[in-house]
Each structure stands twice: as C-alpha cells, then as structure tokens.
C-alpha cells in the first residue's frame, strides 16, 4: 500500500471531506482574487481606471473564474472530463417550473427574516459587546463612495455573484459534503464553509464586528443551503442570493444619493 493510500485509510473519511470542501472554497476565492487582480493590472494597462469599468471586469473575473470556473473545474477533475449526466444531477441542475418561482418570491422575503431576524438577536443579547454593530462587506463601502458603482451592482448580483457562488458553495461543496454526512448536518457545514471564505471582505479592527458580520453569512449561509435542499434545484438559491444582494446594492444606493 502506498503513503497516499496509508493516510487516507487513517484519517477518517468525514474529516477529508470537510478538508476538502475547505480547500475546494478557499481555493475558489483565491482563484477569483487572481484572477481580479490580472483583470484589473490589464484595465489599468489599457487606461480604463473608472470605477464602472474595473468593477465590472473584477466581478466577471472573481464570480466566472474564480467561483464558477473552480467549481467546474473540481466536477471535470474528479470524472477525469466533463460527464454531462454527472454534472446535471450532482449539482441538481433541471428545467424550471412554476413552482420554483414560488421558491424564488418566498425564498428572497425569507432571507431578509433571517438576517433582520439575526441583526435583532445579535443587538438584543450583544454577545461580542459591539452592540450589535458588525464590519460593512468592502464592496458596500466602495460603492457608499462611489454611489454608481452600487447600481452596477445589481445585474452582476443577479446574473454572476449568485449563481457563481451558489455553484460553488452549494452546487459543489454542499453536495460533497452531502455524500459523507447527513444533510441536517452537510448543511451548516457548508454555511461555516461559505462564512470562512468571506472572512476577507469583512476583515475589520474589531474581531467582535467582524464575528457579527460572518455570524450574518454564515445563517444566509445556512438558510440557501437548506433551500437548496428544499427546492431540489441550484436556481433558487443562485437567484435568491443574487436578488438578496442587488436590494442590499439599491438600499445602500438609495441612501447614499
């Protein structure tokens, strides 16, 4: 028996799944970083500096790339190709229904009952003695200077932050989770995941904001992952999400005009 097969055989099998998921969502957003930041030296290169146009690019480099582009990549590795068949029913992919609209209306007014309905818990007991205050994610505080920028926030949400990070956290590392744990617990697992991995755009001076700020993650997190199991298919999550984030962008915009 090789090294390799030795230590795979000794270290349990749910350990090397969350491992892996780990590394799968941390690999991920440094994929996306790397591919922001050579989006962005290219833009600068050519003379684009307005905020708009950078913005866009990162967004397409980080959600395509980084996200998106990871998750297919790890389907493609693990069948040594692209299985169609595999790729559909692992990541639950199929045609919409009617019924998935009703996911899709129903999932988004619900995803704003639980980061309120966090946001009252967090202020009502003050666990980390912020007063219920957290860290603002960097984009946010981006576009509160450059207001526009919140505006084209919005169709990237929808069309590219939801579904790339869905695919990822979710689609991938959620369905691998699912196939070592239980889903009750494949669920939270891949919420921690997916909180972990947004560390970096809450990072803050104050570690009790920044907890109150992935503690907000980590229930949306939470909340997709169990209407991905719910719906029995990536799209809700995906546009919930990306809805989710585009009124954030509009209430932030409407505010700071």
């Known amino acids: 028996m090789s090294s390799r097969r030795r230590l795979s055989a000794a270290v349990p099998a749910s350990v090397r799944a969350v491992g892996l998921c780990l590394v799968i969502g941390i690999v991920g957003w440094f994929t996306g970083f790397a591919a922001t930041l050579g989006v962005e030296m290219q833009l600068f290169a050519l003379g684009y500096g307005a905020g708009t146009v950078t913005q866009l690019g990162s967004a397409v ?75 603002t994610h960097s984009g946010i505080e981006q576009g509160r200077e450059y207001p526009l920028l919140l505006l084209l926030g919005i169709p990237i949400a929808i069309l590219l932050t939801g579904p790339g990070e869905e ?10 989770l699912g196939e070592t744990f239980p889903t009750p617990l494949a669920v939270p697992l891949a919420a921690l995941v997916f909180a972990v991995v947004h560390l970096p755009v809450y990072i803050g001076e104050d570690p009790g904001a ?48």
Do not use: C, M
């Open 61 to 135: 480099a980080f959600n395509v790339v980084g996200a998106g582009g990871f998750a297919l990549t790890y389907l493609i590795v693990r069948r040594n190709g692209f299985d169609r068949s595999f790729v559909v029913g692992f990541l639950r992919l199929r045609k919409p229904d009617r019924w998935d609209l009703v996911w899709i209306v129903v999932g988004l007014f619900g995803a704003f009952v639980v980061a309120f309905g966090y946001q009252a818990a967090i202020e009502l007991f003050d666990p980390f003695g912020t007063g219920g205050e957290g860290t």
């Open 210 to 257: 920044v907890f109150v700020s992935l503690g907000t993650v980590t229930a949306l997190g939470l909340y997709l992952g169990t209407l991905y199991e719910l719906s029995d298919t990536l799209l809700v999550p995906a546009l919930v999400h990306g809805a989710f984030n585009a009124v954030v962008y509009l209430s932030n915009f409407l505010a700071h005009v």
């Open 167 to 176: 695919l990822l956290y979710r689609g991938v590392i959620q369905s691998r």
